[in-house]
């Protein structure tokens, strides 16, 4: 796929969903973060250079704000349901089906903190209601994958919760982003069931930013404040 092709709504949603599907959860922080090697440039940007390419066109061509500043994109792959999903079909899961249907007392369920708890419950950090206090401006969400739930909590703007796919982003603003001030406006996500894939373009505040770094972001497509 070359950068032009990545324009649509539709290409950047299977070049992400083609680069999940590893973990049940994990995330990617490209670009500039607080904490990190490279004088503040976080190692998954040199990792997924290529995502980052494609991810920053999108950007470009569908922001609705022409000065918009970008510091950071933010990619969390997010599917609830893998880890029982994989559990269900794994060998331990089909002994304990033998030994119910035998008679054997089945296994206690898991409390709510335990291990086993643990792996089933949805991603906390992206659910939970918060703030990102070194944000400055407006950040730019959009969720792809085929899910059920997760939509956006802002408690402050109504109506609210709010669907943040593409579509009905266009729908309600006519752009495929979910703008809004992440400092400042408490925000979580729904339980959801399915692989949710959101992203977020946003500016953090670049005090103490090496010079070297602030080249390196500036040449990869970041609009640094």
């Not at 990190?36 to 250079?49: E, F, L, M, Q, S």
């Amino acid at each position: 796929m070359c950068i032009r092709d990545s324009l649509s709504d539709g290409a950047l949603r299977d070049a992400l969903a083609r680069c999940g599907g590893h973990e049940p959860s994990f995330t990617l922080n490209l670009g500039f973060v607080a904490r990190g090697d490279n004088g503040g440039v976080a190692v998954d940007t040199r990792r997924w250079a290529r995502l980052l390419g494609l991810l920053l066109a999108y950007f470009d061509a569908h922001c609705p704000d022409r000065g918009a500043r970008v510091t950071s994109v933010y990619v969390n792959f997010a599917d609830p349901g893998a880890a029982r999903r994989r559990r269900a079909r794994a060998p331990g899961a089909r002994r304990a089906v033998v030994a119910r249907s035998r008679g054997a007392r089945p296994r206690a369920p898991a409390r709510p903190g335990d291990a086993r708890a643990a792996q089933a419950e949805p991603d906390r950090r992206t659910r939970e209601d918060h703030v990102d206090r070194s944000n400055v401006g407006p950040s730019y969400l959009v969720a792809f994958g085929s899910f059920a739930g997760g939509r956006l909590r802002v408690p402050g703007r109504g109506p609210e919760p709010f669907d943040v796919s593409p579509a009905a982003n266009r729908a309600r603003a006519g752009s495929p982003f979910f703008r809004f001030d992440a400092a400042r406006e408490t925000h979580g996500v729904e339980p959801f069931d399915g692989l949710r894939i959101a992203v977020s373009f946003y500016a953090r505040r670049c005090d103490g930013l090496s010079a070297a770094a602030r080249a390196e972001l500036a040449g990869l497509g970041f609009r640094l404040p």
